[in-house]
């Protein structure tokens, strides 16, 4: 989403994607792994509900070491992670409506942006909706608002899945009009197979995300609305948007590749410059 606002994109999008293998092994992946070893499966503070840091399993290894500040640095971890998330979602969610907004899809208004490009009208707008966290300082409330968090945690299935689809039909498209990946910019490994492995397994994951209603005694209106409420929305909205339009699904071979592979090959991007001092640590991060 940010690569339309990011310096020479074509070699920074590249490396990001690149470098998003060794985060998530060395973060993710080992992390886990060490706590699965030091924390047992059956330790009671795993199911406690204290409202802080002392359930999380990274808390109660460092505890067992005896590493007293740790809890204090998960805390703000955590805090952090949530004020990152926030930005992320702020941009992602400004650029799309500034984007259908120029597109037609969306208020004109919206497309008004600042001296510095920021379309500041989006930005408010969103904004705005920040203010429903606070609905889980009550107790009816929050129920509300557990709600909307599992809407947007199932809407993001649907959103990946359909990144995935979207990429499949861009891949067969070059195929089918005879364009080699040699001529993009960077080409990703594991394709199309990566692609469809992710498509089935958001589907997967969309279709038992509410399971649990399902088993006998276990019927819940809440957890099956809101684990499935997005399917029937999403292809309701799509079906009345082609119908309201008129527009049909474009075949692929009419979809227009080489005029944007020509325009990116007509205007190289200038040559890295070399990294001094600090900024060769940036390896994790830039």
């Not at 994109?9 to 060490?34: C, G, N």
């Not at 088993?215 to 957890?223: L, S």
């Not at 020509?262 to 060769?280: Q, V």
Request: proline content about 6%; hydrophobic content about 50%; aromatic content about 14%.
């Amino acid at each position: 989403m940010a690569a339309a606002e990011t310096q020479c994109p074509r070699r920074a999008i590249p490396m990001a994607a690149k470098r998003i293998f060794v985060r998530v092994l060395l973060f993710y992946v080992l992390s886990i792994f060490f706590v699965g070893m030091l924390v047992p499966s059956n330790d009671k503070n795993l199911l406690q509900s204290t409202g802080t840091a002392a359930q999380s399993p990274f808390v109660i290894a460092a505890t067992g070491a005896g590493v007293k500040v740790v809890p204090h640095i998960i805390n703000a971890v955590v805090l952090t992670s949530a004020w990152s998330a926030g930005n992320s979602g702020l941009l992602n969610g400004s650029r799309i409506l500034y984007g259908l907004a120029r597109e037609g899809r969306a208020p004109k208004i919206f497309k008004r942006v600042n001296r510095f490009g920021i379309p500041w009208v989006a930005v408010t707008s969103l904004s705005l909706f920040v203010c429903l966290g606070f609905m889980s300082l009550s107790s009816g409330a929050s129920t509300v608002f557990s709600w909307l968090q599992d809407l947007v945690s199932v809407a993001a299935l649907v959103n990946w899945t359909i990144i995935c689809l979207v990429y499949l039909r861009f891949f067969y498209a070059m195929k089918k009009q005879g364009i080699p990946r040699e001529r993009l910019p960077w080409k990703a490994p594991l394709q199309p197979y990566a692609a469809w492995i992710g498509v089935f397994s958001f589907i997967i994951l969309l279709l038992t995300g509410g399971y649990t209603t399902f088993v006998h005694g276990h019927w819940d209106n809440e957890t099956f609305v809101s684990s499935y409420f997005n399917i029937p929305l999403i292809f309701l909205l799509y079906f009345i948007y082609k119908f309201a339009a008129k527009t049909s699904l474009v075949k692929l071979d009419e979809l227009p590749i080489m005029e944007f592979i020509l325009i990116a090959e007509r205007n190289p991007e200038p040559p890295a410059k070399p990294k001094k001092g600090l900024r060769k640590l940036n390896i994790l991060w830039s």
